[in-house]
């Protein structure tokens, strides 16, 4: 009898709401982005696999795409930015939190130009692809500020950092704000001039992980915090190792990828928790400005209220 009912015990637990919430695959978003290496390793290495955690990814073409799934709940997670979790979160307060930092662009976003065009000045009346409203737009302002130049001085072209930087490369635009490899590919076999770059501007840019406010998934959260922070050391100690991991996930030569990461910083664990409790709220706040002086928002955003550092390792 005791045995019947251990076993009617034990079927009951593996028909659980929480067993089957916690077998669900964990949806990530992202973008191809060499800041998200780690993401990319842990996938290659079956590192989370190990871990216990089954990772559907969907790829999309700008950081502030998955978003508007991932509040629809149909992603558990996403790569993003900062600036895009809060221009997200103007629209819907309460609704997203940042649970970790993954990097910061130092060099790796850019405004770059065709050959003839060798300073910023001489983007006056210059068709320039951007995507508007997010982080690239952010970095594009900067650059005509320190340029001398107004958002009306030039024309603008709305796409995302790929297709800008095709657009540049078939000579349909004089100037484009994209990233890496686009930046190295651009450079080297059209003679484009990077005019300006996050170098310019450090910690401007940060991505960083989101998630619903409340989550429902906090467990395999936890998880996925714990391995991509493992990876992210990984990557650090081992940067050609790493590249050649994601080498033909990226359909980039290796030696290539290991020269992007020295434009970027990426962020562990304890790095994020640092970032997280020191600077990021007061770049948050200079983007709120921005992004309210430009009218890509009319509310003021609690930067501190969406930084979420309780799920790191």
Same mark, same amino acid.
Not at 17 to 32: C, D, I
Not at 259 to 274: P, T
Not at 287 to 299: A, C, D, N, R, Y
């Given at each position: ?62 950081? =502030? %795409?998955?978003?508007?799934?991932? /509040?629809?709940?149909?992603? +558990?997670?996403?790569?993003?930015? @900062? #600036?895009? *979790? ?101 450079? =080297? %076999?059209?003679?484009?001039?990077? /005019?300006?770059?996050?170098? +310019?501007?450090?910690?401007?840019? @940060? #991505?960083? *992980? ?104």
């Amino acid at each position: 009898m005791k045995h019947i009912v251990k076993t009617l015990a034990l079927t009951c637990a593996l028909l659980s709401p929480l067993h089957a919430e916690e077998s669900k695959p964990y949806r990530v978003g992202f973008n191809n982005w060499i800041g998200f290496i780690a993401f990319f390793a842990a996938q290659e290495n079956g590192a989370f696999e190990k871990a216990g955690l089954k990772v559907v990814a969907k790829s999309f073409s700008a950081p =502030g %795409e998955g978003l508007i799934p991932l /509040l629809s709940g149909d992603l +558990d997670a996403h790569l993003t930015t @900062l #600036d895009s *979790v809060i221009l997200k979160s103007a629209q819907a307060p309460g609704k997203i939190s940042i649970v970790g930092l993954v990097d910061t662009s130092n060099g790796a976003d850019a405004l770059v130009a065709k050959k003839s065009i060798d300073r910023l000045a001489k983007l006056k009346g210059a068709k320039i692809a951007v995507t508007v409203g997010e982080c690239n737009d952010v970095l594009l302002a900067k650059a005509l500020e320190s340029g001398g130049l107004k958002r009306e001085d030039v024309q603008i072209v709305n796409l995302d950092p790929d297709a800008a930087g095709a657009a540049l490369k078939a000579g349909s635009v004089d100037a484009c704000v994209t990233w890496e490899p686009w930046i190295t590919q651009l450079a =080297g %076999e059209s003679g484009a001039n990077v /005019l300006y770059s996050t170098s +310019d501007v450090p910690n401007l840019l @940060l #991505d960083c *992980v989101a998630t619903p406010a409340n989550n429902p998934r906090a467990a395999d959260t936890r998880t996925f915090l714990r391995v991509l922070s493992e990876t992210t050391e990984f990557v650090k100690k081992n940067p050609e190792a790493a590249s050649k991991l994601i080498a033909d996930k990226l359909e980039l030569p290796a030696d290539e990828i290991v020269g992007m990461l020295k434009k970027i910083e990426l962020y562990d664990a304890a790095q994020s928790k640092a970032q997280m409790a020191s600077s990021i709220p007061a770049i948050g706040d200079e983007l709120v400005t921005f992004f309210k002086s430009q009218g890509s928002i009319t509310e003021t955003v609690d930067v501190p209220a969406i930084l979420d550092p309780s799920f790191l390792p």
